[in-house]
C-alpha cells in the first residue's frame, strides 16, 4: 500500500481528534443510554476508551451521543449529572 496515503490518513485521523465541539455548541447536548454500538460522540464515563464510535452495548447507560437540546429525556436517555449518579451507584454494588 502507498506510504503516503497511509500516513495522510493517519495525519486526518488524528486531525479530526483534536477537533471538538462543545456539548452546548449549536443547542446541542451530551446525552447518556442512547447510543447504539458503535455510533457514541467521544469517550465513557467508565474511562474505558476515549474515542467516538467505540462502544460496544446499545443503550450503555456511560456512553453518550449528542443530541438537540431538550430532546435528551424524551429518547429515553439521561444528563451527564444523572448518568454519573448511576454509574457511582452501580460500582458500589
Known amino acids: 500500500m ?10 486526518a485521523a488524528a486531525m479530526s481528534a483534536l477537533i471538538t465541539v462543545p456539548a452546548h455548541a449549536g443547542g446541542k447536548e451530551k446525552c447518556y443510554g442512547v447510543a447504539g454500538i458503535g455510533q457514541n460522540d467521544c469517550a465513557n464515563l467508565a474511562g474505558t476508551h476515549s474515542c467516538a464510535g467505540q462502544s ?3 443503550k450503555d447507560p456511560g456512553e453518550w451521543k449528542l443530541v438537540e437540546k431538550g430532546s435528551c429525556e424524551s429518547m429515553g436517555g439521561m444528563l451527564k449529572k444523572e448518568a454519573k449518579a448511576r454509574y457511582k451507584a452501580s460500582l458500589k454494588k
Open 56 to 58: 460496544t452495548v446499545d
Open 2 to 11: 502507498n506510504k503516503k496515503l497511509i500516513a495522510g490518513a493517519a495525519l
